[in-house]
């Protein structure tokens, strides 16, 4: 096993539910409220019809923020964290807030929730513990984990109808703990820890005495190569930066049986796993950008993937360690048409009382891709809140030359006139 794909053992194993949190430590599920007498809804593939619309939104929602991010340097994003994460905020959204966030999602009332249920127990069917996806050797066959849950202050009390739908969608419940302070801060990290197998160790979300709630949803993939790579193949071998320059990375080769297409330049590679998942990669025309990867062109080339008659392929893949860097999604959301920040002034009473909207928002993700196969996590945490000041009607920033005046107001007579073009004193 490479140390690339080494990762720390998780916490302790999912436990019942308990007493209130308080403290870092021990059981991250101990606390854990959820509705009495609701299961969460099980829902086969085929019974949800707008699965399709939901996974096209889901591609359009990743490829929009993969976008935002800078260019710099690299950048990894998981969509489906996302996209649970805000079906889990738009179970309390209520008016035009919830049309605008079924629209991002793709589907309506059941329809939506069907297809989120579906496609989280289609993943689900691969679930398996966390310390055995980030132990010393890759699992025998894939895991991917899926987590969710919502972490309220301790005064806060959310309304009955919004725990049971994420329950009956989510599968998830309820944890209380001081937002506002350090060991709250530990509880949100303890849960994140436990479900990325120690990927990712600390929350996002900053403390503020303006939190009422922090939504999290954590994804957790461990999966070995239906044909690993030769680690005698791997070797440096030359990366042209985005800058022209070249520099040599640690590449691995192979040639094999994988399915190939083209589409508008953009050439694509389908690497199996011992079963039920893939990856594609995907090589734009020189001097494009992948982010500019739009969803219709990923569609269209997974389509092709799916049609393709696989035939010896020569490839070099450059080893992978991503992240985990935070991403702020503050913007994003804006970008995807959910319109719940503070100044949108949002309707997300179904949640719980007060003038609630969106005050943090962030993901972290790790990607690691080695010879035996690939090890990735991610959380997305939504921090709902109250804004601590009314939002201004207007806004001006005196951050550029500008001009004061003194008068007297009944005459409007202008007694002093000042350009100040610079303020430092």
Do not use: K
Request: charged share 20%.
């Amino acid at each position: 096993m490479t140390p690339l794909l080494r990762a720390g053992l998780a916490g302790l194993i999912l436990a019942g539910t308990l007493a209130v949190t308080g403290c870092s430590g021990g059981d991250p599920n101990a606390g854990l409220l959820r509705a009495d007498g609701v299961t969460a809804r099980v829902v086969p593939v085929a019974g949800a019809p707008a699965l399709p619309d939901v996974v096209a939104a889901t591609r359009r929602i990743g490829t929009t923020t993969l976008a935002l991010v800078p260019r710099e340097g690299n950048a990894v994003v998981s969509p489906s964290s996302l996209v649970l994460a805000l079906g889990m905020l738009t179970e309390g959204a209520r008016g035009s807030t919830l049309a605008a966030l079924e629209e991002a999602l793709g589907a309506t009332g059941e329809d939506r929730r069907d297809a989120l249920a579906a496609l989280r127990g289609a993943l689900l069917a691969h679930d398996g513990d966390p310390a055995a996806a980030t132990g010393d050797e890759l699992p025998d066959r894939p895991i991917v984990h899926l987590a969710g849950q919502v972490v309220t202050d301790d005064d806060y009390e959310i309304d009955a109808a919004y725990l049971d739908a994420l329950a009956d969608v989510f599968d998830a419940g309820v944890q209380r703990t001081d937002l506002a302070s350090e060991a709250g801060m530990d509880v949100l990290s303890d849960w994140i820890r436990h479900h990325t197998g120690g990927l990712i160790d600390r929350t996002a979300i900053e403390p503020t005495p303006d939190l009422r709630l922090v939504l999290q949803d954590a994804i957790l993939f461990a999966a070995r190569w239906q044909t690993p790579f030769d680690p005698n193949a791997t070797a440096p071998r030359p990366f042209t930066l985005p800058d022209g320059s070249v520099v040599d990375t640690e590449t691995m080769a192979a040639m094999e049986s994988f399915g190939y297409a083209e589409v508008d330049g953009w050439r694509a590679v389908r690497l199996p796993y011992v079963e039920a998942l893939h990856t594609d990669v995907l090589l734009p025309p020189a001097g494009t950008d992948p982010a500019e990867a739009t969803p219709g062109l990923l569609a269209e080339l997974s389509g092709a993937l799916d049609a393709a008659t696989p035939g010896m392929v020569a490839l070099s893949l450059p080893t992978l360690d991503l992240g985990p860097d935070t991403l702020d999604l503050l913007d994003a959301l804006a970008a995807i048409g959910a319109p719940v920040g503070c100044a949108d002034a949002p309707d997300l009473s179904g949640i719980g009382p007060g003038d609630l909207c969106v005050l943090q928002a962030a993901q972290q993700a790790v990607l690691r891709v080695a010879e035996e196969g690939t090890l990735a996590a991610a959380v997305t945490e939504i921090g709902v809140g109250e804004a601590s000041a009314p939002m201004p009607d207007h806004e001006l920033y005196l951050d550029r030359p500008f001009l004061l005046t003194v008068s007297h107001t009944a005459t409007d007579w202008p007694l002093f006139l000042a350009a100040v073009r610079d303020p430092r004193h």
